[in-house]
């Protein structure tokens, strides 16, 4: 039997390792894809110290995959082998519970998430339902699509459900894998964008993805820094710290929102009293589904946002997935796989 390889996690915590598996063959209503591409993805340490609920081990993590359709099962209408494909965290959705029928694609909870509950991207191919899937456009590589499928799909999606209107101050805390694409995505949609992150040394980077303005959180206060601004209409929080997501509540202007984004178990410390006087709004935000990946996508190749990467062979996962952990990452770190 042919074999593949993955990139498993056997227990929570463990290493990744490198294990040959039989090439998975798809059933009624799935596809499976020739894997080119996989984004490390800051939420993979879910799947990897089984934190997330209904994690199994072993695990697959990866939920930013970019490839081709290499084999279609029964009953899949509209798809066919040697498309180019991308998968995220959306695996898809039942059709049948409440949240489906109501036309709720992400509130579906019956579906299994690629890389998280069933075996994903770290992988040299993947089985996945038709629904999960997303297009390609021609002129996107695998490496550049990959990030876009969470990182992307995430913040583009804040931003572009926000309620803001283009033209209004629109802040990006946490310039990481998702906040840098946050960045671009916040100027091309219009915004007047501050980029709000640790120290000094993202600014250049930070200005050259088109933020106009830089915070620097560890020498000024981001709240203030804000109000200078004039008061944020969004602040998109990438962060994994609840106190910074806290410290930018004060800097949201009259009906400012701030987004939730990214994880943490602790509270976001909130005075009911401050919130109510100016209309803030606190909410959160999971990525999107397969067809809001799919406008991540196009609107990412029409307007020129792209992610900026480092790439390593699928053999070093735990090397691309420490240098991501550590914050090292200039911004994404993408597993390839000989194409
Ligand atoms: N809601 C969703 O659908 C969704 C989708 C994808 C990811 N996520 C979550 O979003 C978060 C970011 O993911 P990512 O892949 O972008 O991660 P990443 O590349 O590792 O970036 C982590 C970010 O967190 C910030 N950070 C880390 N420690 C911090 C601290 N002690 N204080 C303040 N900021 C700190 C860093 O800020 P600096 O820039 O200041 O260094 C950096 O921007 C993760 O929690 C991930 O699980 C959520
Ligand atoms: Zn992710």
Known sequence: MASMTVMQVSEPGAALELVERPIPEPGPGEVRVKVQACGVCHSDSMAVDGHFPGVTFPVVPGHEVAGVIDAVGEGVPGWSVGQRVGVGWFGGNCTYCEPCRRGDLIGCQNMPIPGVTMDGGYAEYLVCSARALALIPDDLSAEDAGPLLCAGITTFN??????????????????????????????KLGFETVAIARGKDKEPLARELGAHHYIDSQAEDAAAALQALGGASVVVATVTNAAAMGATLGGLGLRGKLIVVGTSMEPIEVAPAAIIGRLHQIAGHASGSSIDSQDTLAFSALTGVRPMIETMPLERAQEAYDRMMSGDARFRMVLVTGQ
Do not use: C, P, Y
Not at 164 to 182: E, K, P, V
């Open 158 to 187: 804040a931003l572009r459900n926000s309620g803001a209107r283009a033209g209004s101050l629109a802040a990006i805390l946490g310039i990481g894998g998702l906040g840098h694409l946050g960045v671009q995505f916040a100027v």
